[in-house]
């Protein structure tokens, strides 16, 4: 039996809403379809560098995150990159960005490695 889904728009809400309410800036930089769009991510730490995170499912049905910059922090235009072409391959997605040290603290769902 497929559980229902909470809406991206929802989702996304859900995630802006917690981290502000940690304070942590977090702002929609791309609104895509609210129902099912792809959602990334992108971490932006106070030394300048980014991480950008994917949103998946799991072969169980589960959400899960993909680390699409790897596990260390890059500079924000090999993240600018990957937007881009996710954004030209997908004209739903939707891109949020947070200001924090520790963006694994707001990803409720396991992270992958690439």
């Known amino acids: 039996m497929m559980l229902p889904r909470l809406t991206t728009r929802i989702w996304v809400s859900a995630l802006v809403r917690r981290c502000n309410a940690e304070g942590v800036a977090a702002t929609v930089i ?3 379809y609210d129902e099912a769009g792809a959602v990334l991510l992108l971490a932006r730490y106070r030394s300048g560098l980014t991480r950008l995170f ?6 169980n049905g589960q959400r899960a995150w993909l680390a699409l910059t790897g596990p260390e922090p890059v500079n924000p235009p090999e993240a600018d990159t990957i937007i881009e072409k996710q954004r ?8 949020i960005e947070i200001e924090t040290e520790r963006p694994q603290d707001f990803l409720d769902e396991v992270v992958l490695a690439q």
Not at 54 to 59: F, S, W
């Open 88 to 95: 030209r391959f997908d004209p739903d997605l939707w891109v």
């Open 54 to 59: 994917g949103a998946t499912l799991q072969q």
């Open 30 to 32: 791309r609104h895509g």
